[in-house]
């Protein structure tokens, strides 16, 4: 865009509807492809017949049928809930921050995620049941996040750049001592681990929607109803202490609830960058720069990028399936730079 030239936002209604179509239909063709193509009017039929509707006699076999309900159903769900939930972690990031390169995994907290999650998986065993890797993985997202506050404070890091620096500093600390688990651990499943850390979606189950999709509704509602100081944050910490903002508390308490959903996504897919970087800026250029635009539809339009990203990593070499974390790497990689070009 030319230089004096102001940016007109999209009418919000039209980004929503046209980002609910998109998923929709994202949705369909990501459950419908891959090494056993499926028709997409047999995925439906498959749904509501599974919920209870009747659609008549099945023309569908049950190895179709466990396909598209049992692998890719969960599968792409997920994959909606860890794009939607990193890209509100990131535009939350960008705002209180005032960071266009804000972003949990280079601030360190996706690599905190990761080494709660091997501690468990490798080292803890599974004592809480189901709820042990997100937990431990929650933990260790917390923990960076105070590790990185607490070093930027500490080298008095705490502009925009610096703190950015600080972050990957302390992943790569963080990412070493994940290896280290990971040497230590029992090499019969430090292969599951090692795939797990380059991000994945395939072990996706019903029984486990529910961890993810709770703390995305609840934390997501939570940062939503917060997008008026988001906005006051991104103008500076002096102008939102003069709207009785206590800067410091509300910034930490961003980074918690950031934390958390980063961990319980993190614990289900692996690590994946990059979303949250990318998606929160394309919002911007639809709707504006205000978090209560911004937040639901970078939920949306995250959701619909992660869907794609899905369904590269499935296709490109079929049928083997690439870790999804190499694809967002690829097209986060090249973001990153035409960002840093930009700014």
Same mark, same amino acid.
């Given at each position: 865009?030319?230089?004096?030239?102001?940016?007109?936002?999209?009418?919000?209604?039209?980004?929503?509807?046209?980002?609910? @179509?998109?998923?929709?239909?994202?949705?369909?063709?990501?459950?419908?492809?891959?090494? +056993?193509?499926?028709?997409?009017?047999?995925?439906?039929?498959?749904?509501?017949?599974?919920?209870?509707?009747?659609?008549?006699?099945?023309?569908?076999?049950?190895?179709?049928?466990a396909?598209?309900w049992?692998?890719?159903?969960p599968?792409?769900?997920? &994959? +909606?809930?860890?794009?939607?939930?990193?890209?509100? +972690?990131? &535009?939350?990031?960008?705002?209180?921050?005032?960071?266009?390169?804000?972003?949990?995994?280079l601030?360190?907290?996706s690599? *905190?995620?990761?080494?709660?999650?091997?501690?468990?998986?490798?080292?803890?065993?599974?004592?809480?049941?189901?709820?042990?890797?997100?937990?431990?993985?929650?933990?260790?997202?917390?923990?960076?996040?105070?590790?990185?506050?607490?070093?930027?404070?500490?080298?008095?890091?705490?502009?925009?750049?610096?703190?950015?620096?600080?972050?990957?500093? +302390?992943?790569?600390?963080?990412?070493? *001592?994940?290896?280290?688990?990971?040497?230590?651990?029992?090499p019969r499943?430090?292969?599951?681990? !090692?795939?797990?850390?380059?991000?994945?979606?395939?072990?996706?189950?019903?029984?486990?929607?529910?961890?993810?999709?709770? @703390?995305?509704?609840?934390?997501?509602?939570?940062?939503?109803?917060?997008?008026?100081?988001?906005?006051?944050?991104t103008?500076?910490?002096?102008?939102?202490?003069?709207?009785?903002?206590?800067?410091?508390?509300?910034?930490?308490?961003?980074?918690?609830?950031?934390?958390?959903?980063?961990?319980?996504?993190?614990?289900?897919?692996?690590?994946?960058?990059? !979303?949250?970087l990318?998606?929160?800026?394309?919002?911007?250029?639809?709707?504006?720069?205000?978090?209560?635009?911004?937040l639901p539809?970078? &939920?949306?339009?995250?959701?619909?990028?992660?869907l794609?990203?899905?369904?590269?990593?499935?296709?490109?070499?079929?049928p083997?399936?690439?870790?999804?974390?190499?694809?967002?790497?690829?097209?986060?990689?090249?973001?990153?730079?035409?960002?840093?070009?930009?700014?």
């Open positions: 865009m030319p230089r004096g030239q102001s940016h007109q936002p999209m009418p919000l209604w039209l980004v929503t509807f046209g980002c609910l @179509i998109a998923l929709g239909l994202s949705l369909s063709f990501a459950i419908s492809v891959g090494a +056993v193509a499926v028709p997409i009017a047999t995925v439906w039929d498959v749904f509501f017949h599974k919920i209870g509707f009747d659609v008549g006699e099945p023309t569908w076999s049950k190895g179709r049928a396909i598209v049992e692998i890719r159903f599968r792409a769900l997920l &994959a +909606v809930m860890v794009g939607a939930g990193l890209a509100i +972690v990131g &535009a939350s990031l960008q705002a209180v921050t005032r960071n266009p390169l804000a972003d949990p995994h601030l360190g907290i690599s *905190g995620g990761a080494f709660g999650a091997i501690l468990a998986l490798l080292h803890t065993g599974l004592f809480l049941g189901l709820l042990t890797v997100p937990l431990l993985a929650f933990f260790g997202a917390l923990a960076a996040t105070i590790l990185v506050l607490t070093v930027s404070h500490f080298t008095a890091s705490t502009t925009a750049d610096r703190l950015v620096l600080t972050g990957v500093a +302390v992943s790569f600390i963080i990412m070493a *001592g994940a290896n280290i688990l990971i040497f230590l651990g029992d499943a430090t292969h599951t681990v !090692v795939f797990w850390m380059l991000g994945g979606l395939g072990l996706a189950q019903w029984s486990h929607l529910i961890y993810p999709l709770v @703390i995305l509704m609840l934390c997501g509602a939570w940062l939503w109803l917060q997008a008026p100081k988001l906005n006051a944050m103008v500076g910490d002096e102008t939102a202490s003069t709207l009785g903002i206590p800067v410091a508390r509300f910034r930490l308490a961003v980074f918690v609830f950031g934390a958390l959903i980063t961990g319980v996504m993190v614990a289900f897919s692996g690590l994946i960058g990059f !979303v949250g990318m998606v929160p800026h394309i919002v911007r250029l639809l709707v504006g720069g205000g978090n209560t635009r911004v539809v970078s &939920a949306l339009i995250g959701g619909i990028f992660l794609w990203a899905d369904i590269a990593a499935r296709t490109v070499i079929a083997e399936d690439m870790p999804i974390g190499i694809v967002t790497g690829l097209i986060g990689g090249l973001f990153f730079i035409v960002l840093l070009r930009c700014k």
